[in-house]
């Protein structure tokens, strides 16, 4: 199975941060694709992604409209976008994935 990480977040990370999360999670199922989120909400970040688990998807997706630390994504397929983007967009986000139209992120660009 396709995997693929997310990072959600927003500045007041209480409704948006965790409805991004699950509206790409259940696309993702959909779509025969595992989506791993990251949420940093207001109590923090929950769902670390583990290295293992970036190592083995095929791009990250992050919908924030915060600062996200991407630097462990170097050399991954990475879109960024806002969190309502990313609400309203998750089905595009992971086609975009899926078919490879992310740039590969280079944290020293």
């Given amino acids: 199975m396709l995997k693929i990480v997310a990072v959600t977040a927003c500045p ?6 965790y409805m991004a999360a699950e509206v790409l999670e259940s696309e993702g199922r ?14 923090g970040v929950e769902n670390r992604l583990k290295e293992k688990d970036i190592k083995e998807s095929i791009a990250v997706i992050i919908a924030a409209d915060i600062r996200v630390e991407k630097a462990r994504f170097q050399g991954k397929p ?3 976008a806002t969190i309502t983007f990313g609400i309203h967009h998750a089905k595009e986000l ?16």
């Avoid at 007041?12 to 941060?17: L, R, S």
């Avoid at 139209?101 to 020293?108: K, L, N, S, V």
Wanted: charged residues 30%; hydrophobic residues 40%; negative net charge.
């Fill in 78 to 80: 990475l879109k960024e």
């Fill in 12 to 17: 007041t990370g209480i409704a948006h941060t």
């Fill in 30 to 43: 959909k779509l025969g694709v595992e989506v791993i989120v990251e949420t940093n909400g207001s109590i």
């Fill in 94 to 109: 992971i086609l975009g994935a899926i078919e490879g139209r992310f740039e590969i992120y280079d944290h020293r660009d």
